[in-house]
């Protein structure tokens, strides 16, 4: 009989890690079937130029979808990251204005338009007590007014240093690459080994009983949103080292990608469940299909038509096994 249990116990072991991974396998098992197929179809697809390629891509994508990530696991939602994104390309575009010189002060204005917006979001949502997805709305359409106002056409320079930035490698490596990994190692460390991280769960998971277990809910709340704005202000100074100039079109539709990729990987809308390792799946996922679509040569609205296909089978594939 005790023989029969010490084998029953890792079985259910197993099966409970598998249940708890669904996501994660099918993200990272759909990843590995598109690798696979750009392999086989393309000689192109597995070369390092273009496997840099992809993860530079990724990184922009991925930064700020690791602050929506930490939003959402608070139950909570940002649309206004799209709009932020632009103005953030722009603020810094015409601070640098092309001069070195001005390149601090048009990092810590950048940051400093990031650390307000995310306060500003918090400060709403918990003393005025107004839905997330209400006040980052406002802000969206707020912050894409602001900019358009700025500007419609591309307009200041970056510094020639900044500039650099997009293509300065250590050995083979991108260090936008080597950025991106490095906060999602960070942010992994937070959110599974800190107090902070523990409280986010929390407070995704039912906040009523994270408020009476003594959690302080608002402090968590303008944790995760000034973060989340931060890194959305880190993306556009990201994309200005690679445009060179404030180009207004940055950022548009990059909300509802940023959401896709975190539930691409997992992470529920509900809260409390997920983390940065399944965004970084869902990331990659839409990347490798943007990548390979274009290395294949496919027509530009067939590639919608398959992006939107294999978003809805990642989606639909990993419900299935929630709901058993």
């Avoid at 949502?125 to 802000?139: A, N, S």
Wanted: proline content about 3%; charged content about 10%.
């Amino acid at each position: 009989m005790n023989t029969a249990h010490s084998f029953a116990q890792p079985r259910l072991r197993l099966s409970s890690f598998v249940r708890r991974n669904a996501g994660l396998f099918i993200v990272y098992g759909l990843l590995l079937a598109l690798v696979l197929f750009g392999a086989l179809n393309s000689e192109r697809f597995l070369t390092e130029r273009n496997i840099f390629n992809v993860l530079r891509q990724a990184a922009f994508l991925g930064t700020v979808a690791v602050g929506q990530t930490l939003v959402i696991l608070t139950a909570g939602i940002d649309l206004s990251v799209g709009s932020l994104v632009k103005m953030s390309v722009l603020v810094s575009a015409l601070l640098m204005n092309g001069q070195p010189e001005n390149t601090g002060l048009a990092l810590a204005t950048t940051i400093g338009l990031g650390v307000f917006v995310g306060a500003f979001h918090a400060f709403v949502i918990t003393k005025l007590h107004v839905p997330p997805f209400v006040v980052t709305l406002g802000t969206f359409s707020i912050l894409r007014g602001l900019s358009l106002t700025i500007a419609t056409r591309p307009v200041g320079r970056a510094a020639p240093d900044w500039l650099s930035l997009y293509d300065l490698r250590v050995g083979p490596v991108p260090v936008l690459v080597i950025f991106f990994a490095a906060l999602i190692s960070v942010s992994f460390i937070v959110l599974r080994r800190t107090r902070f991280g523990r409280y986010i769960y929390a407070v995704g998971g039912d906040e009523q009983v994270a408020r009476l277990s003594g959690i302080r809910v608002n402090r968590v709340k303008y944790g995760v949103y000034i973060a989340c704005s931060v890194l959305a202000t880190v993306t556009g100074l990201m994309w200005l080292s690679r445009m060179g100039v404030g180009d207004p079109v940055i950022g548009e539709g990059l909300e509802l990608e940023t959401i896709t990729a975190v539930i691409l990987g997992g992470t529920s809308l509900f809260g409390g469940v997920g983390g940065v390792i399944g965004t970084l799946g869902g990331v990659l996922l839409l990347g490798v299909t943007n990548n390979l679509l274009v290395v294949l040569n496919v027509n530009q609205w067939i590639q919608q038509l398959i992006q939107g296909l294999v978003i809805v089978a990642a989606v639909a594939l990993y419900r299935q096994p929630r709901r058993r």
